[in-house]
């Protein structure tokens, strides 16, 4: 088997914990190793072409594979390196008899964000290479590996998302994928002295590639206007030439200023400007890392010219095997918001099901389960699912009651979002049939369930919280929760919110239970009854907020109906409530369960309203979206991501699927 290999840097540096509790004080010092570009080439002999000829690789963070100078492939997914991914690739075509050559691109990144666990010391890279079930390659020392020159740090993108990178096409490492290219004074890799690494397999599929031609492109003077029609997640692809030295600046958006230009400094607090300098050669642009954006504008220096201009567009693989409810045939508005949905679910999935594609780039439980369940129901393809449930789980060596941030050195805890996690279960359940995934995850459930139990419950209540809840999102669609919220401090008040996941869950673990012929969890009646007790207001027949305060929100209503909480009484107040505040005056995470609900309680004219609100989907339609946004409009949240996967939900509700069977 190979060994993990680096460079002379990274071989002795002990690995340090990155891992904590959300509220603990933990600074964790700049790492002074960050964005270290490695690169790793290997020539190899075959005296003959193989049948059948695999590689076995992972790196960690990321690395791009290429063979005989062809890109194959990169990867791995995100994971932990308790259970760290490895990728299988059938390389036979990229084979010919003779000399062989292998090249790596690694990035050791090395910020605490929310896209790998980074930041921690760990670089390096272990491959081998089978051919006709002979060992012909294994990582060792007599890889030979190069730092990669060309990618300055000039800035950092969303919340220590990732690097803007200069890059310069006068680097001596340009084309170091090339069979001929000349590594001969380049260093021996050196084997990790600290490896502790448990090696797994990837479940879910690698990403595929999509070559992405402008829909249009306008000069102007020095400058370049190019809309490729659409936001796509990818790189931006091009070959120039001009003056050795001089620069292109590049600027990226996902959408128009007021006078037509491109909005780099977008409204997600990613400033997509970046220069490109030239060789004197023709010359092409190289990102290693990916962007999200459909406009592009280009500002030459005199004498330059660009050609071949296209997008890369990244995603995981998507087979649409749903159909649009031929109930809603002939509806245009309806059409255009699932091919909004389906569009957004396609582009948007990676490795992993992400929130935004700019800001976070982060893989999260709680609309991550919107997210995933609306995938599946979409393609049947359950790979991306059970990978943000699997995971999931995972992050109890960090909290018993888990994280909210999966695969990631930054540690998040959202005090609703695991018990997501349960409803989830119950859905893919529906829609499978996989009972032995079920049975599998069910200890992991009350596993969890009594977690929250011994730290949070006391008289039938979680109370003393210390995890964030968000309750909803913008906050500004929170309806005035009457509730203290804060991401330092524990929630001390008994609050609706928590309670509402908190029973959903134990309901629908019983649920499970029953469809495992296992008695139930929990007696759910007495705790119901406890919480009706604590937040009915019974005159209204609405529940308010909190047990220190008489404030009601519709948000909180919302959870309580969705979830089955109240008697018919209340339901029909909370539906009246709904429709005098109307449906988006909530958002991202009361608008799925409300929908849900409307669904169980047989609304099913007031479902079709909410889902064809003008300020809704449609509204984002208006505003020119070609991916769902983080809002209902550009301009509703201070910093919207035009690129978010969550609302593409609507599709699961829009699909030909049986919705009274899934939200029973």
Known sequence: MGKWITDKEF??????????????????????????????????????????????????????????????????????????????I???????????????HTLYQGLINRVWVSGDNRHGLICDIVCDGKTVVQSDESFLTYPHTAYKETGIYGYNTQFAEEYNSNSNEVNFFAPDFDDSHWDNAYVRNYIDYTLVPQKTKMLVFDEIKPCKIVSNGNKIFIDFGSCYAGYLNLKAEGNMYSCITVRCGQELNADGTVRFNMRSGCKYEENWILSGNTDTLDWFDYKSFRYVELILPVGAEVFDVHLIARHYPFELEARLNPKFAGNEELQKIWNLCVNT???????????????????????????????????GDSSILKKLVDDAFKTDFISDTLVTCLDCSYMQEIAEFPLYIIPLLLWYYRLSGDKKYLAEKYPQIIKLLNAYKKNYEKDGLLQNVDKWCVVEWPQNFRDGYDVPLSQEEPTIEPHIAINAFYLNGIINANKIAIILGLPKYREEKPLVDIFNNAFLNRNKHLYKDSTVTEHISLIGNIYTYAFGLCGDEESAAIEEFVEEKGFTTVALFGAFPLLCGLIANGKKEMFLKCLSDDSAWLRMLKEDATTTFESWGRDLKFNTSLFHLTFSYAALFLADIDLEGLFS
């Open 90 to 104: 059938d390389i036979t075509e990229y084979l010919i008899e003779g000399e062989n050559v292998m090249a790596v």
């Open 345 to 379: 679910q396609k582009f948007g999935v990676q490795e992993v099901i992400q929130d935004c594609l700019e800001r976070e780039k982060g893989f999260y439980v709680g609309d991550g389960c919107y997210t995933a369940i609306t995938h599946y129901a979409l393609t």
């Open 11 to 88: 071989y002795s540096i002990k690995p340090r914990n990155v891992f904590h509790k959300a509220f603990e004080k933990v600074e964790l010092r700049r790492d002074e190793h960050r964005n270290r570009h490695i690169l790793f080439r290997k020539k190899f002999l075959l005296h003959k072409k193989p049948e059948k000829c695999s590689i076995y690789i992972t790196a960690d963070d990321y690395y791009k594979l290429y063979i005989n100078g062809r890109f194959v492939g990169q990867g791995p997914a995100p994971a932990y390196h308790f259970a760290y991914e490895y990728n299988e």
